[in-house]
Antibody
Framework: EVQLVQSGAEVKKPGESLKISCKGS????????IGWVRQMPGKGLESMGI????????RYSPSFQGQVTISADKSISTAYLQWSSLKASDTAIYYC????????????WGQGTLVTVSS | QSVLTQPPSVSAAPGQKVTISCSGS????????VSWYQQLPGTAPKLLIY???KRSSGIPDRFSGSKSGTSATLGITGLQTGDEADYYC???????????FGGGTKVTVL
């Protein structure tokens, strides 16, 4: 059974750094693109970017380029989303999802990680 | 402002049918496949429809998808209280080189 399990909720202050994770199991983690999706409070879904764990190639949606960093460690089947300096506007639920291909739909989703940024 | 446009809400009585529209352009829906997701309250999105009209594993045939030109439609027949959720369309956008979502449609069962 394919599973994506994300790290727990985080509460941070503006300016702090953060790295959240997404661990895949039940399939060959290296061979499928993993994407990250943001959902701000009461709002819709936004695609942030993707990574291919096999070679760590990452691609970012225009709105998120330079704002976050996506990485992966295939040896432990885990993808990451990180911020170097959080803002209050980064408060959201972040989902990881396995894509069928780099440009295609997301077949499997993690449970989501709530990130709260508040002073 | 979402790249794909959906109505904010639709509603119908149990057993009835609803349709949700998703409007885009030639850079997304017009030349690429559309997928649909269901997000029940407090849960992660779930893939319902991919490649315009193919149902994901385990999805009942009450859910259907179609596409014409730069618009797509999700249909739900035999509406049930368990169908109350937010529904999102999604497509690849060749100009943005990114997946783009609609703003979401809340389905209410009256």
């Amino acid at each position: 059974e394919v599973q994506l399990v994300q790290s727990g909720a985080e509460v941070k202050k503006p300016g702090e750094s953060l790295k959240i994770s997404c661990k895949g199991s039940g399939y060959s983690f290296s061979n499928y693109w993993i994407g990250w999706v943001r959902q701000m409070p009461g709002k819709g879904l936004e695609s942030m970017g993707i990574i291919y764990p096999g070679d760590s190639e990452s691609r970012y949606s225009p709105s998120f380029q330079g704002q976050v960093t996506i990485s992966a460690d295939k040896s432990i089947s885990t993808a990451y989303l990180q911020w170097s300096s959080l803002k209050a506007s980064d408060t959201a639920i972040y989902y990881c999802a396995r894509r069928f291909s780099s440009t295609s739909y997301s077949e499997y989703w993690g449970q989501g990680t709530l990130v709260t940024v508040s002073s | 402002q979402s790249v794909l446009t959906q109505p904010p809400s639709v509603s119908a009585a149990p057993g009835q049918k609803v349709t949700i529209s998703c409007s885009g352009s030639n850079s997304n829906i017009g030349n690429n496949y559309v997928s649909w997701y269901q997000q029940l309250p407090g849960t992660a999105p779930k893939l319902l429809i991919y490649d315009n009209n193919k149902r994901s594993s385990g999805i009942p045939d009450r859910f259907s998808g179609s596409k014409s030109g730069t618009s797509a439609t999700l249909g739900i027949t035999g509406l049930q209280t368990g169908d109350e959720a937010d529904y999102y369309c999604e497509a690849w956008d060749s100009s943005l080189t990114a997946r783009v979502f609609g703003g979401g449609t809340k389905v209410t069962v009256l």
